[in-house]
Nanobody, 122 residues
Framework: QKRLVESGGGLVQAGGSLNLSCAAS????????IGWFRQAPGKEREGVLS????????YYADSVKGRFTISRDSAKNTVNLQMDSLSPEDTAVYHC???????????????WGQGTQVTVSS
């Protein structure tokens, strides 16, 4: 059974950093495009970052460019999201997802984690 589990969320002050991790079981993340998405209360789900292992091509939402980075740890079968210079606007539930297309379109991803809450206080 393919499963994704996010961890690393929490409460942080504006300007701070968090590192989220997405761990897979039942399949290898290296074989898929991996995306990070977020959803704030009352807002639509937003694609944040995505990466595809074979070419390392990465897509960023404009709102996170220069602040968020994505990386893979193949040995641990995880994908990490490093978030720096956080602002209250980054408050949301963050989900990782696996799919065949490397983009920021949620409908292109087949497997989803339950999400982890990130709250940034002002």
């Amino acid at each position: 059974q393919k499963r994704l589990v996010e961890s690393g969320g929490g409460l942080v002050q504006a300007g701070g950093s968090l590192n989220l991790s997405c761990a897979a079981s039942g399949f290898y993340l290296d074989h898929y495009a991996i995306g990070w998405f977020r959803q704030a209360p009352g807002k639509e789900r937003e694609g944040v970052l995505s990466i595809y292992n074979s070419d390392g091509l990465t897509y960023y939402a404009d709102s996170v460019k220069g602040r968020f980075t994505i990386s893979r740890d193949s040995a641990k079968n995880t994908v990490n999201l490093q978030m720096d210079s956080l602002s209250p606007e980054d408050t949301a539930v963050y989900h990782c997802a696996a799919g065949w297309y490397n983009d920021l379109i949620s409908g292109d991803y087949d497997y989803w984690g339950q999400g982890t809450q990130v709250t940034v206080s002002s």
